[in-house]
């Protein structure tokens, strides 16, 4: 799932322990509870979860790191895959990239040109989230010619972005492994974050 489209929540008043909240009029109601994603943000970042009830109406249920104030965000995410940015340079660098689409599977072998201008020495971020299916400690693999860079929950996995590969070498490419520190939440949408760096050669990544 890549991208994500915000919706506000408004709160209008407490109402026996419970907040009395609302949609701003003109919206439209559905059923895309298993895309929805909760996120809190304040003295400590966190995650919900949310369940549809009936005739669009859902459940947000969260728990507060610590006191403070929060402020919550619901989004809707959108399928299709994980957006990305290519880059005409090793290092991510620019404000804007050199091309940007929609990857519904990261499974590259690239023997030519990787954006439309661009052979060798080239850079790409994909973002977007992902959905376990259980309450478990999960380990990622990606295979880069040259180097990658992964992110969980906004928590580093991988870090081999500087890595490279000899254009010799029989495998032709480099293979990282990383665990989630802890188990990560099933059926709820968890960010996803590679960034991924070209040296010169075939590239690969998936």
């Known amino acids: 799932l890549g991208g994500i489209n915000v919706a506000t929540i408004m709160v209008d008043s407490w109402r026996g322990g419970e907040l009395d909240t609302y949609c701003p009029t003109g919206v439209q109601s559905g059923r895309e509870g298993d895309a929805f994603v909760v996120s809190l943000n304040g003295p400590e970042t966190s995650r919900g979860d949310i369940e549809y009830l009936s005739h669009g109406q859902y459940k947000v249920t969260y728990v507060t790191p610590r006191a403070g104030v929060y402020t919550v965000d619901v989004g809707v995410a959108i399928r299709g895959g994980l957006k990305a940015e290519y880059f005409n340079n090793r290092w991510l660098y620019g404000s804007s990239s050199a091309m940007q689409r929609v990857d519904p599977v990261i499974n590259f072998l690239w023997k030519t040109f990787i954006t439309p201008t661009g052979v060798d020495y080239i850079s790409v971020r994909w973002r977007g989230y992902v959905q376990p299916a259980y309450d478990e400690i999960y380990t990622f693999t990606f295979h880069a010619n040259d180097g990658a860079k992964l992110w969980i929950d906004d928590q580093v996995i991988i870090d081999k972005f500087n890595e490279t ?42």
């Open 165 to 206: 590969v000899d254009d010799n070498d029989a495998v032709g490419y480099n293979i990282f492994q990383g665990m989630t520190p802890t188990k990560v939440k099933g059926g709820r949408l968890i960010p996803i974050t590679i960034e991924y760096r070209e040296n010169t050669g075939p590239a690969v990544a998936r």
